[in-house]
Structure formats: structure tokens, C-alpha cells
């Protein structure tokens, strides 16, 4: 059973910054895959980037050389680093782990305005 838990997301202007972050609680070198996906209302949850136990990196088209996926072993963290954000990235993001399944955080609410 892996429990995640997601921090840093708040109100930030268009063309801001913000950084997410989502403490595991187990050790991330047992998880195989992690990543942050989002849902904004009405919308399914779609994928935002995934890092894997070997660092191998995958983003979807609309963050690629905005958001920056990366890990820290030692602290059982990954982190979501988000620059020139567009309204249109508000959404609930949540932290996720797969290792045999997914498992999901509570998400964390990020609103970026106009």
C-alpha cells in the first residue's frame, strides 16, 4: 500500500511559476513509474508527465519545455516544476505511483488566473 501526498499548489498569475510536490510513503525505489496527471471540471484526467525508476521521462504535448517532472530518492519525492503557466493549466493535479497498480493522492488545487 502506497500513500501519497500532494503540497504546493495555491493561485499564481499567467506566465508564474509554481512548484508541486508528493511525498510517497514508501521508498520511490520500489515504485516503478511515478507521475502527476490533472482534471480540471468536466474534463477527464489526462496525463501531465511521468519519471521512472531509471529516470526516463515522458510529458504530455501541451507541458513539454514548460514543466519539468524530476525525483528526490533520498527524501521519497517527486516533483512537478511548472513555468509560464497558462489558465489553461488549472486544474486538481494529482500525484501518482504504479507498482503492479495505481495508486493516487488527494490532489492539490492549482489555479492559475489571467
Known amino acids: 500500500q502506497v500513500q501519497l501526498v500532494e503540497s504546493g499548489g495555491g493561485l499564481v498569475q499567467a506566465g508564474g511559476s509554481m512548484s508541486l510536490s508528493c511525498v510517497s510513503s514508501?521508498?520511490?525505489?520500489?515504485?516503478?513509474?511515478m507521475g502527476w496527471y490533472r482534471q480540471a471540471p468536466g474534463k477527464s484526467r489526462e496525463l501531465v508527465a511521468t519519471?521512472?525508476?531509471?529516470?526516463?521521462?515522458n510529458y504530455a504535448g501541451s507541458v513539454k519545455d514548460r514543466f519539468t517532472i524530476s525525483r528526490d530518492n533520498a527524501k521519497n519525492t517527486v516533483f512537478l516544476q511548472m513555468n509560464s503557466l497558462k489558465p489553461e493549466d488549472s486544474a486538481v493535479y494529482y500525484c501518482?505511483?504504479?507498482?503492479?497498480?495505481?495508486?493516487w493522492g488527494q490532489g492539490t488545487q492549482v489555479t492559475v488566473s489571467s
Open positions: 501518482m505511483a504504479r507498482r503492479v497498480r495505481d495508486y
Open positions: 514508501e521508498t520511490i525505489f520500489m515504485i516503478n513509474v
Open positions: 519519471i521512472t525508476s531509471t529516470g526516463n521521462t
